[in-house]
């Protein structure tokens, strides 16, 4: 996620500190408006530094190899796509998690583990001036929020390890597939 970060504020001229910035942002931007909405403060990443110290190492290889890898098309759009699609996953998966361990109810958990892997890119989109991919025909937050379903499924009948695994994998296979075949929701479209 903090590589879409920095690969989007490339594209819109950032410097390089206003990449970070915007790495940042979009890798933990979910999961705080999630702690905001759920009332879990202080947010995560102001009591666990793990999340700060993923993202600057991330985006300082970002930053110095991001001419290779800013191109819109072909082969490294695509595996920015798939990176990616291992972020909703993983993202999704804690947010449904972290609203479940918080008590809220299931059809909530499923809601905020959606916020936690779409928001942060919506928040850079926002930012760029761009509006947000994930509101557009991709199918990226309908798997997200099958994901927190299935997710939440599971937890009824399996181990978090077993049902993790299983979303993971829903998840990433599901978003390669779509990716793999451009598969996308119908536009609305004013006639």
């Not at 979910?30 to 702690?35: C, E, K, S, V």
């Amino acid at each position: 996620m903090a590589a879409t970060g920095v690969i989007q504020a490339y594209r819109h001229n950032f410097d390089p500190l206003g990449a970070g910035v915007l790495a940042l942002i979009t890798a933990v931007g979910g999961g705080t408006l999630r702690d905001l909405l759920l009332g879990a403060t202080p947010v995560f990443w102001i009591t666990d530094l793990i999340y700060i110290g993923t993202v600057v190492p991330v985006s300082v290889f970002c930053v110095l190899f991001a001419r290779r890898l800013r191109a819109g098309h072909g082969r490294r759009a695509y595996l920015l796509n798939y990176i990616d699609a291992i972020g909703l996953a993983l993202f999704t998966i804690l947010g449904v998690q972290k609203s479940i361990d918080l008590g809220v109810h299931a059809v909530i958990a499923i809601l905020m583990g959606a916020v936690t892997g779409i928001a942060g890119g919506m928040i850079r989109d926002i930012l760029c001036g761009e509006p947000p991919v994930v509101l557009r025909a991709d199918l990226y937050t309908t798997l997200s929020l099958l994901g927190g379903g299935l997710l939440v499924v599971l937890l009824q009948y399996l181990s978090f390890d077993v049902s993790s695994l299983i979303t993971f994998l829903f998840i990433v296979s599901s978003r390669f597939w779509v990716i793999y075949r451009g598969i996308n929701l119908p536009s609305l479209k004013i006639p």
